[in-house]
């Protein structure tokens, strides 16, 4: 069986295949601000990001969520990282209903999705696949979606085109010149940082994450976008509740950019 989010393959059995769910660097967490230690480290070397625009940016649909693949040079520095980071692909999680979606969670409160911006150590390996099983492999933005009257434009690329790719298994290239920044919030200074896994799936502890504080504004059309899209052909059910629920921090230090 292949896991997934419903009751019979969800998070609670991950285990039994992944046995690496069960342990101490997992992801999501809880982010209590009152408990991250701010450290002036994260600032004197401040995080950098020099994304370049995508010519045929390829959006799809694996089936447990939309991602776009990412094939131009696209890096970040600085901040908790050491060396230089590519981003590889980016793709969100997103809930039933405004409620809940998010897998990080703010003092125990749930955001109706969350964007992930996913890189790899481009300074110590050579590809994603080499990256994403070793403790420094990976790096991944994580942007809090908040619902407002207005569309994201820079999302709008996307969730126009969302219907394009309803089904499993189905992809389009997005308009030319797509650059990724247009999805980061206006204030990248002000991030908490700590060390996880991937949430999905083979759940590698391989993660440097970077949750900003500034969410990103969408519009409830947008989100319907979303929740319109399905885990397989035509007829199955739509992809929601995508989210794994947060894991205990343990021993990890949760460490913000601000105070
Ligand atoms: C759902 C999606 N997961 C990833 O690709 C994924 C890869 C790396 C990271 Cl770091 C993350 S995450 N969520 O921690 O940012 C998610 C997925 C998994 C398996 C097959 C297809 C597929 O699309
Ligand atoms: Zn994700």
Known sequence: ATWGYGNDNGPATWVKSFPVAAGTRQSPIDIVPTAAKCDTKLTENPLTVNYSPEP???LCNPGLSVKANIKSKSVIKGGPLEGEYKLEQFHLHWGSADKQGSEHTLNGKMFPAELHLVH????????????????????????????????HQGLKSLTDVLSEVQYKDKSINIKQEYNPVCLLPDNINKYWTYLGSLTTPPLCESVTWIVFEEPIEVSEDQMKAFRALCCGECGSAPIVDNYRPPLPLGNRQLRASFQ
Not at 128 to 145: C, H, N, S, T, W
């Open 56 to 58: 045929a940016m390829e």
């Open 120 to 151: 790899y150590n481009a300074t110590k390996y050579s590809s994603f696949g080499e990256a994403v099983d070793k403790p420094d492999g990976l790096a991944v933005f994580g942007i809090f979606l908040k619902i407002s009257d207005k569309p």
